[in-house]
């Protein structure tokens, strides 16, 4: 079955939404692991990490958001 | 009631409401935002003085009411948090949070074995300095600062962070 040009479109903006929002996710999953380590080593008196997990979880917040903003324009015209 | 009960969980499923991808997005940049936000309050926290924290005094008893390889509970600095002193030498005194650090569950003290032990899932801590000999807690007990005055015991702060 032949699909359209714009059919063709749909099914990979679908394909590149579906795969940033994995990537979302995982990156998510990766921050909630960083606080919860970091909390449990505070409370543990070790105080190294958290500075470096804080600054990782900010870049990851930007990477989140820039894929945020990927999306909303992706999907602006759908 | 019944009918926002009704649209909130429709019996037809054609008037459910989904959440779209992109709504689901927008959500987890958002929990992205605040587990950020939250990362940042710990490192801001690291970075705060981590004094041993000086509490009200408490008297726990007198030094003859524990013999030497004994133990004695006590509530300190509230009334619901349960804590232990131990004389696991002649004359040394050390106390200790009985919350096992890792479930909550009071430990107890074994002086034939010298620790303080977790009986729910096997943990044990030493008497010197409340670190984890065994088992899963994941970190040391927090310790009670005690001061020994004309005979009497008290409970005067937690030491905090690595002392």
């Known amino acids: 079955m032949k699909v359209s040009p714009a059919g063709h479109r749909r099914r990979q903006r679908s394909g590149i939404f579906a795969a940033l929002l994995l990537f979302n996710l995982v990156l998510v999953l990766l921050q909630l692991w960083l606080f919860v380590g970091v909390l449990e080593s505070l409370l543990d008196g070790k105080t190294t990490m958290a500075i470096p997990a804080a600054i990782l979880s900010l870049v990851i917040l930007g990477v989140n958001v820039w894929m945020l903003d990927g999306v909303v324009r992706l999907t602006r015209d759908v | ?163």
């Open chain 2, 1 to 163: 009631m019944d009918e926002k009960l009704n649209q909130d969980f429709p019996i037809d499923w054609d008037e459910d409401h989904y959440v779209s991808r992109r709504e689901f997005f927008k959500f987890m940049t958002f929990a992205s935002g605040g587990l950020a936000l939250g990362s940042v309050g710990l490192a801001v926290w690291s970075k705060m003085p981590r004094d041993h924290r000086k509490m009200d005094e408490k008297e726990i008893g007198e030094v003859a009411q524990l013999a030497a390889g004994g133990s004695l509970a006590f509530n300190y600095p509230r009334d619901h948090d349960l804590c232990i002193l131990v004389q696991p030498e002649p004359g040394v005194y050390k106390a200790f949070s009985r919350r096992c650090t890792h479930l909550s569950c009071p430990v107890v003290w074994e002086p034939g074995k010298n620790r303080l032990y977790c009986p729910c899932h096997n943990g044990a801590f030493s008497p010197v300095n409340g670190a984890v000999l065994q088992g899963p807690p994941p970190r040391a007990l927090p310790e009670i600062m005690l001061e020994v005055r004309e005979g009497r015991i008290f409970a005067v702060g937690i030491k905090r962070g690595e002392a």
